[in-house]
């Protein structure tokens, strides 16, 4: 498939944070990670009672306001981006945070990435020729909570698979992505390998294989991705 092609194809951010959204189950409490991740808030079913967490110190993170002009300066995600509250949701001590991100209470953590290997290993915080970076709280969270999604596009701007057999970018942290969701597929790291759970209606998993570094385990049951 040509590059224009595909593009008339590939899930918009968008929709991407509204499959990752559908993954998200009644009762979890969830850190959505900067960037893209923070597209997910206003995208959970209704009769889904999700709790968001901020690792600056937000238990009951909601959506951005609709009108920015009116956006709370003291309310802002780890991204710095305006947010709104539950109600009954609350303020803690960043460190209060953080227990709750290294103490296994995250039912889920949905984070940006550059780099997803075979294995789960994780690389999100710096690319190999940026002179800075900031890895934040990832390293704590990636590997404290209960499951890891990546969420990024399947490849590069210069067309290579971030999807790889094994990481070359600065590490975020090890054997800790448990689900890949990218514009082209939804696929599973699992102890057998990577299994192709969803791709993109337009697309085969042929294509999604062409896309993919690692040798993709292809069940009978893949489908496309529905919403």
């Known amino acids: 498939m040509n590059v224009a092609a595909l593009a008339k194809v ?16 009644d009762g979890w409490l969830v850190n959505v990670g900067i960037g ?9 079913p209704a009769d889904r009672d999700v709790q968001f967490h901020s690792e600056n110190g937000i238990i009951g993170m909601a959506r951005p ?12 995600s780890a991204g710095k981006g305006p947010v709104t509250l539950l109600q009954g ?3 803690v001590h960043h460190a209060d945070s953080f227990a709750i991100s290294r103490g296994g209470r995250l039912d889920a953590a949905i984070l940006g990435a550059y780099q997803v290997a075979v294995n789960g290993d994780l690389a999100n915080w710096r690319l190999p020729k940026a002179r800075t970076g900031s890895v934040g709280g990832a390293m704590d969270i990636a590997v404290g909570a209960k499951r890891t999604f990546a969420m990024m596009t399947h490849v590069t701007k210069d067309g290579e698979s971030k999807i790889v057999n094994k990481v070359s970018y600065p590490m975020t942290a090890q054997r800790s992505v448990t689900k890949i969701f990218t514009d082209m597929a ?24 062409a896309a993919t570094e690692p040798k993709l385990i292809i069940p009978k049951t893949v489908k496309p991705i529905r919403f």
């Open 10 to 25: 590939l899930l918009t951010s968008e929709q991407l944070a509204k499959r990752v959204a559908l993954e998200l189950e």
């Open 89 to 91: 949701g609350s303020f």
């Open 65 to 76: 306001p609709k009108d920015l002009k009116h956006a709370d300066n003291d309310l802002l």
């Open 36 to 44: 893209m991740p923070t597209q997910c808030l206003p995208f959970v």
């Open 186 to 209: 939804v696929v599973a790291v699992m102890p057998e390998g990577l299994v192709l759970e969803e791709y993109v209606e337009g697309l085969t998993p042929a294509d999604v294989q």
